[in-house]
């Protein structure tokens, strides 16, 4: 079979343009990655392939009238960039959600170093958004309170059936003064666990 009669007909021309510029000359040869196009595997499905296309060159370098066709099948890279894609997403309604809300909220590392913090939570405590960012929990926590609650963090971590913790403990504010808060923490676990 000739590569035409297992390429997309619909995206053939595209396709042609390149080798046909390749072939006489006016394109440079190389990876053309940035193409995604069609080509029917032997069961009949449709697979997405990249190519790279280069003049066939004998011993001495000199042409020798053919092309090297090398194609790369990108299913798995399409299915990862749709998956990053809708991750995106929802982490951009998690955002737009958690700065629209009337309580304090966090997102934390294990360790419980805040990675984003809302404008609510910021209000609350008394610091701008970046004073937050990669300051931990402990440093906000007041200190007869930052054992329980460091210890509330660790059972989240280390227990894989538990999903959310809750305590009342204190917090200390840029400006010192102490304020009780209901501190309930979740965790967001990865398929593995």
């Known amino acids: 079979q000739t590569f035409q009669q297992i390429s997309d ?3 053939w021309a595209g396709y042609d343009v390149v080798r046909s510029g390749i072939y006489h000359g006016d394109l440079s040869p190389g990876g ?5 196009f069609h080509v029917r595997a032997r069961d ?8 790279y296309l280069a003049r ?3 011993a001495d370098g000199n042409w020798n009238g053919g092309l090297l066709v090398g194609l790369r099948d990108v299913s ?3 299915r990862e960039q749709q998956i990053a894609e809708q991750e995106r997403a ?9 700065d629209r809300a009337a309580i304090g909220m966090a997102i934390t590392d294990l360790a419980g170093v805040f990675e984003y913090v809302n ?6 405590l008394g ?3 970046e004073e937050l960012v990669g300051r931990a929990l402990r440093d906000v926590t007041h200190p007869e309170d930052r054992d329980p609650t460091e210890a509330l963090l660790q059972r989240l971590v280390a227990d894989g059936d538990v999903e959310s913790l809750a305590i009342r403990g204190r917090c200390v504010t840029a400006a010192g003064d102490t304020i009780w808060v209901d501190l309930a923490v979740g965790a967001a676990r990865a398929d593995d666990g």
């Open 44 to 51: 009949g499905r449709w697979v997405p392939v990249t190519s």
């Open 56 to 58: 066939d060159l004998d």
């Open 32 to 36: 053309h990655d940035d193409v995604v």
């Open 119 to 124: 404008p609510a939570l910021t209000r609350m």
């Open 76 to 78: 798995e890279l399409r």
């Open 90 to 98: 929802k982490a951009t309604r998690l955002a737009l959600s958690m």
């Open 127 to 129: 610091y701008r958004q």
């Open 9 to 11: 007909p619909d995206e």
